[in-house]
């Protein structure tokens, strides 16, 4: 069974700072698809990231980046100068590319709950 | 309409009551799912389908059932509602088969309480 663990249900960050959320996932698989959404208070389920596990480089987009450890199965988000817009409700998922029937969804971690200070 | 629509926003429901969760997309996503969203425990799937005509059960899918005539419509229904189904409830689809995965598109979710 695929499982997505977010140790930490809340993270707090200074404005213009950085923040690193951690995720990890438990997965005899070895090429997979992983991912973080966010979710702001209006609800909506927002793509932030994916990394595709089969390839070394570190996804990046703008001020978001990952760190992914495959031997560690850790996909760690890292938020660069915070803004009081990425207050949000952050989860990690997983999906193998490997899929049949119902190992065609994703799995969801938990979430984490981040808060920004101004 | 472009994306994912669910209907309705919210409801409060009377336990017992029947009660259908509309969800219609235009993206020709071969792959549909539902998911509850409940504080603490992140999202879990309910039901599936991988492909019009063809349905699976997620990991909470007692008390819940789906149907899949189409691509576009994929909805969700509580036969007899309880008041442990009080939940935010999310469609999403996919574009699943060759050429790399990228993730789900969602819609905008329905709070339902049922009381």
């Known amino acids: 069974a695929q499982t997505v663990t977010q140790s930490q249900p809340e993270m707090s960050v200074q404005e213009a700072e950085t923040v690193t959320l951690s995720c990890t996932y438990d997965t005899s698989e070895s090429d997979d698809y992983l991912f973080w959404y966010k979710q702001p208070p209006s609800r909506q389920m927002i793509l932030v990231i994916r990394q595709e596990a089969y390839k070394q480089q570190n996804a990046t987009e703008n001020r978001f980046s990952v760190n992914f450890q495959k031997a560690a199965k850790s996909f760690s988000l890292k938020i660069s100068d915070s803004q009081l817009g990425d207050a949000a409700m952050y989860f990690c998922?997983?999906?193998?590319?490997?899929?049949?029937?119902?190992?065609?969804?994703?799995?969801f971690g938990k979430g984490i709950t981040l808060s920004v200070r101004p | 309409i472009a994306g994912i629509t669910q209907a309705p926003t919210s409801q409060i429901l009377a336990a017992g009551r029947r009660m259908t969760l509309r969800c219609t997309q235009d993206m020709r996503h071969n792959a549909m799912y539902w998911y509850r969203q409940d504080l603490g425990l992140g999202l879990r799937l309910i039901h599936y389908?991988?492909?019009?005509?063809?349905?699976g059960k997620g990991e909470v899918p007692d008390g819940y059932s789906v149907s899949r005539a189409n691509t576009d419509d994929f909805p969700l229904t509580l036969a007899s509602a309880v008041p442990s189904q009080t939940s935010v409830y999310f469609c999403?689809?996919?574009?699943?088969?060759?050429?790399?995965?990228?993730?789900?598109?969602f819609g905008s979710g329905t709070r339902l309480t049922v009381v």
């Open positions: 998922a997983y999906r193998s590319a490997f899929v049949s029937g119902a190992n065609s969804k994703l799995t």
């Open positions: 999403a689809s996919s574009l699943n088969g060759q050429g790399g995965w990228y993730g789900y598109t």
């Open positions: 389908s991988n492909t019009a005509g063809t349905t």
